[in-house]
């Protein structure tokens, strides 16, 4: 709380730009189908390097929250959610758009988007402190069993394959050993090229696996234009907004606790949260033929996600999802590390990240009404030219940070390897993970061998350590049982359609 007054009392204007200008920015990337939330912050991320770190980080934070909500502009419009998270909106948003009621749909889904910020920016404030105040006690084998911990979830972030999940990170880990050994300061696995002795910056590979690989999948996509209405934002009367709280409050509840669960994301949130509000509905039969409460439970879900999935960032060093590594990414730039001396060593960086939401919560509301016909304009222009220019965009955004060809050609390389991933479905997120978590990891692992005389038994005696490893352990244990189970129903379920064929 001190940091949030001391960031009040020393408020800079560029602060506020910041936010103004990333809540814009995000809506954009938002509203264009293809672009993700993470694709792009990660067009942003390169931009960054000149800024100072606050306004660096509250710029990215707050393209966060406009493109959770600018995924429900095609979603309600052409039926095309430009976010996972906005699938659920399709549902009831496209509905009513046929209905004639676009602009109400529009002004719902506003309207719960900022209540949702709102209140995720509320948890965020009151839990990532605490949380890191009880890891400030922790050892190197507390710190590498907390990269475990971190890289335990990836069994939740496998999507349909753990094999493949476990490639993905192995390919993250892998990136992270080349340049300089972090204990003895011995180059490795650099093959002689001087431009790997500092190791290759997360940046590259984030902006080669998101925007770039999906620049390469978009190439051959066909794309027609299909609105050429501009309808006008209307918010809900009073009448309404009385029937929406309950499924805001839904909403903002499952947002919260999947905030908090790596992995889980806006778009688990939303769908859980759209069968919740239906389920305790007064008029359920409305749900799937242009419900307003369809729209407002899964976008109040997502934009309450967009701020809590913050905290086991923030309080751990742990991204929990494809956004929220984008973000650490950010950090990283500008010699921040996110976790349990964050808030001991740069508590104004925080401050500021929270005065900056604040007021990206609040420009949201104002710009995403000032910029829809802007959105809806994009949305019907043709897929090359928009691409040209999001190439164009990461080509120079690259080159600035340190003018170098090798970045770019590093940048390409990704990009490519991210494509193939596509194609075969690996996920990317168990990548970035390994890239993030794996200098913690080996250079805490070695540190702690160092101090006990490579006895591994320091990762048992000491305590933060040993509940960590089994925490992991236990994650590890549920999500597979989780997945065999799944699997086991599938089976049954295939044999008793056989039987009944019979």
Excluded at 4 to 15: G, P, Q, R
Excluded at 80 to 86: I, L
Excluded at 277 to 292: C, D, I, L, Q, T
Aim: charge should be neutral; glycine fraction near 10%; hydrophobic fraction near 50%.
């Amino acid at each position: 709380m001190d940091a949030i007054l001391t960031s009040l009392a020393n408020l800079e204007f560029y602060l506020v730009l910041a936010a103004v200008l990333g809540v814009a920015w995000g809506i954009v990337g938002g509203a264009l189908p293809g672009i993700s939330p993470s694709i792009t912050m990660a067009l942003l991320l390169p931009f960054t390097y000149a800024l100072e770190p606050s306004i660096a980080i509250v710029l990215l934070a707050s393209t966060y929250v406009g493109a959770e909500y600018g995924g429900s502009i095609p979603a309600i419009l052409i039926r095309t959610p430009g976010t996972n998270a906005a699938a659920a909106s399709v549902i009831d948003g496209y509905e009513m758009n046929k209905q004639g009621k676009a602009g109400l749909a529009l002004g719902i889904s506003l309207y719960s988007g900022v209540i949702g910020s709102l209140v995720g920016l509320s948890a965020l404030v009151l839990f990532s402190e605490p949380l890191a105040r009880l890891a400030l006690a922790f050892t190197p084998p507390a710190y590498f069993a907390l990269g475990i911990l971190g890289l335990s979830v990836i069994v939740s972030l496998s999507g349909e394959s753990l094999v493949k999940g476990l490639i993905a990170a192995l390919l993250g880990l892998m990136i992270s050993t080349i340049g300089t050994d972090p204990v003895s300061g011995i180059s490795r696995f650099t093959f002689g090229v001087s431009d790997l002795l500092s190791g290759i910056q997360p940046i590259l590979i984030m902006v080669g696996l998101f925007a770039m690989s999906e620049l390469l999948k978009q190439a051959s996509a066909q794309y027609e234009i299909r609105l050429k209405t501009i309808p006008r934002i209307q918010f809900p009367d009073n009448k309404l907004k009385k029937r929406l709280i309950l499924p805001q409050c839904i909403g903002a509840l499952f947002g919260g606790f999947e905030g908090l669960m790596p992995g889980a994301g806006g778009t688990i949130a939303s769908f859980m949260s759209y069968n919740e509000a239906k389920r305790w509905s007064k008029s359920k039969h409305e749900f799937g033929k242009g419900s307003p409460e369809g729209i407002a439970a899964p976008e109040t879900a997502n934009n309450t996600v967009a701020e809590t999935s913050l905290i086991p960032m923030l309080s751990f060093g742990i991204p929990g999802s494809n956004s929220t590594a984008i973000l650490l990414g950010g950090f990283l730039i500008h010699g921040l590390i996110p976790g349990p001396m964050l808030f001991a060593r740069s508590g104004d960086i925080v401050g500021d990240l929270y005065v900056g939401l604040f007021f990206a919560a609040i420009a949201l509301l104002f710009i995403g009404i000032a910029i829809m016909p802007a959105c809806i304009w994009l949305v019907n222009q043709p897929r090359p030219y928009l691409n040209a220019f999001i190439m164009v965009l990461i080509m120079s955004g690259i080159y600035s940070i340190n003018n170098s060809l090798f970045e770019l050609s590093v940048v390409l390389v990704a990009g490519i390897i991210g494509y193939f991933m596509r194609l075969l479905r690996f996920p990317f997120l168990p990548t970035v993970l390994g890239l993030v978590l794996g200098f913690m990891i080996e250079s805490n692992f070695r540190r702690s061998l160092l101090l006990s005389g490579d006895e591994l038994s320091i990762f048992f005696n000491d305590r933060i350590s040993l509940v960590l490893l089994s925490v992991a352990v236990l994650f590890i244990i549920g999500s597979l049982a989780k997945r065999f189970i799944g699997f086991l129903f599938t089976k049954l379920k295939s044999k008793f359609a056989e039987n009944t064929g019979r």
